[in-house]
């Protein structure tokens, strides 16, 4: 295991203990009917801030750059075996028969990461698959929400995809920018043969927005409660089970690399720690200058890691 500029510790963002209660409780955090959809003020708000962030997703679309376009297929899956339609960008040249799955943020889309693919199609041997969660196409208008389930069968989309282009699961790594991580962490579980898997800026849960629910909220409540509310273990609890990468992490024996930026301000070295103390098989741990965008240290970093695939 390579671990560059800081020790892995155990955390504490990471501790909530699987069983049935929860399982079933979290079937209803999903489930946008459900009761307590509507009455949790928690899964309320993330239920929007996702919905937002899928809203902003489909009017940040950028135009294809003039070097990568020659080599951008545009592909729009097929609903079948109970898989959803996604659309993706087979980035592609010399006929190349590795592939890096890539997964975006929030608020952002398969156009949004343009320089980190022409980085790695210029200075690495691998092709790109740039993969979009469903309905995150432009101009769509159509109510979407996230849910483990979903995001798994959008990745399985992404990997059939690959796996009928005649793409063997050896050949295929996968990487994931924040939110993304989860998805990518997902493909890495089930497809246990991949070269490798590339975690930067990660998500690991959703306790960081506890702050952003309670001092964000524009109603006259006490600052007193609200500093009791932000240590409410029932309020912070959907926000540790909801997309949980190091649980999913923990069940992933494809090796993992994790790149953070010292100066995140939305996802912090410690719950980068946190997360990578839950991989089975750390591979590296990289920490570079920057903020929490997908900047030139992570691409360079990115780059440097898949030469050596």
């Given at each position: 295991?390579?671990?560059?500029n800081?020790?892995?510790?155990q955390?504490?963002y990471?501790?909530?203990?699987?069983?049935?209660?929860?399982?079933?409780?979290?079937?209803?955090?999903?489930?946008?009917?459900?009761?307590?959809?509507?009455?949790?003020?928690?899964?309320?708000?993330?239920?929007?801030?996702?919905?937002?962030?899928?809203?902003?997703?489909?009017?940040?679309?950028?135009?294809?750059?003039?070097?990568?376009?020659?080599?951008?297929?545009?592909?729009?899956?097929?609903?079948?075996h109970?898989?959803?339609?996604?659309?993706?960008w087979?980035?592609?040249?010399?006929?190349?028969?590795?592939?890096?799955?890539?997964?975006?943020?929030?608020?952002?889309?398969?156009?949004?990461?343009?320089?980190?693919?022409?980085?790695?199609?210029?200075?690495?041997?691998?092709?790109?698959?740039?993969?979009?969660?469903?309905?995150?196409?432009?101009?769509?208008?159509?109510?979407?929400?996230?849910?483990?389930?979903?995001?798994a069968?959008?990745?399985?989309?992404?990997?059939?995809?690959?796996?009928?282009?005649?793409?063997?699961?050896?050949?295929?790594?996968?990487?994931?920018?924040?939110?993304?991580g989860?998805?990518?962490?997902?493909?890495?579980?089930?497809?246990?043969?991949?070269?490798?898997?590339?975690?930067?800026?990660?998500?690991?849960?959703?306790?960081h927005?506890?702050?952003?629910?309670?001092?964000?909220?524009?109603?006259?409540?006490?600052?007193?409660?609200?500093d009791?509310?932000v240590?409410?273990?029932?309020?912070?609890?959907?926000?540790?089970?909801?997309?949980?990468?190091?649980?999913?992490?923990?069940?992933?024996?494809?090796?993992?690399?994790?790149?953070?930026?010292?100066?995140?301000?939305?996802?912090?070295?410690?719950?980068?720690?946190?997360?990578?103390?839950?991989?089975?098989?750390?591979?590296?741990?990289?920490?570079?200058?920057?903020?929490h965008?997908?900047?030139?240290?992570?691409?360079?970093?990115?780059?440097?890691?898949?030469?050596?695939?």
């Amino acid at each position: 295991m390579k671990i560059e500029n800081i020790p892995i510790t155990q955390g504490y963002y990471n501790n909530v203990n699987a069983n049935n209660n929860q399982t079933a409780f979290r079937s209803l955090l999903y489930n946008p009917k459900s009761f307590i959809h509507r009455i949790n003020p928690v899964v309320r708000y993330m239920d929007d801030y996702f919905q937002r962030s899928v809203n902003v997703s489909r009017m940040a679309w950028h135009i294809k750059d003039h070097e990568l376009a020659p080599f951008i297929t545009e592909i729009k899956t097929q609903k079948k075996h109970n898989l959803p339609s996604v659309t993706l960008w087979d980035i592609n040249k010399d006929d190349r028969k590795k592939y890096l799955v890539i997964y975006h943020g929030l608020s952002h889309n398969i156009s949004s990461l343009q320089t980190l693919y022409k980085e790695i199609l210029n200075n690495t041997d691998f092709a790109i698959l740039a993969a979009e969660y469903r309905n995150y196409e432009k101009g769509n208008k159509e109510f979407t929400y996230h849910s483990p389930k979903r995001l798994a069968q959008d990745t399985e989309s992404a990997f059939q995809y690959l796996k009928e282009k005649g793409i063997p699961e050896e050949n295929i790594a996968v990487l994931g920018h924040s939110f993304g991580g989860y998805a990518a962490t997902k493909m890495a579980k089930k497809h246990k043969n991949l070269i490798s898997l590339i975690l930067a800026s990660s998500t690991n849960t959703y306790k960081h927005r506890i702050n952003a629910i309670v001092y964000g909220n524009k109603r006259n409540i006490p600052q007193g409660i609200k500093d009791l509310l932000v240590k409410s273990k029932l309020l912070r609890y959907p926000l540790g089970i909801i997309f949980n990468t190091g649980k999913v992490l923990k069940k992933t024996s494809v090796p993992v690399d994790i790149i953070h930026s010292k100066a995140d301000k939305l996802i912090t070295l410690d719950m980068a720690k946190d997360l990578a103390s839950s991989a089975k098989d750390l591979n590296s741990f990289s920490i570079v200058e920057g903020s929490h965008k997908m900047d030139e240290n992570k691409i360079k970093k990115i780059v440097e890691l898949l030469k050596l695939k």
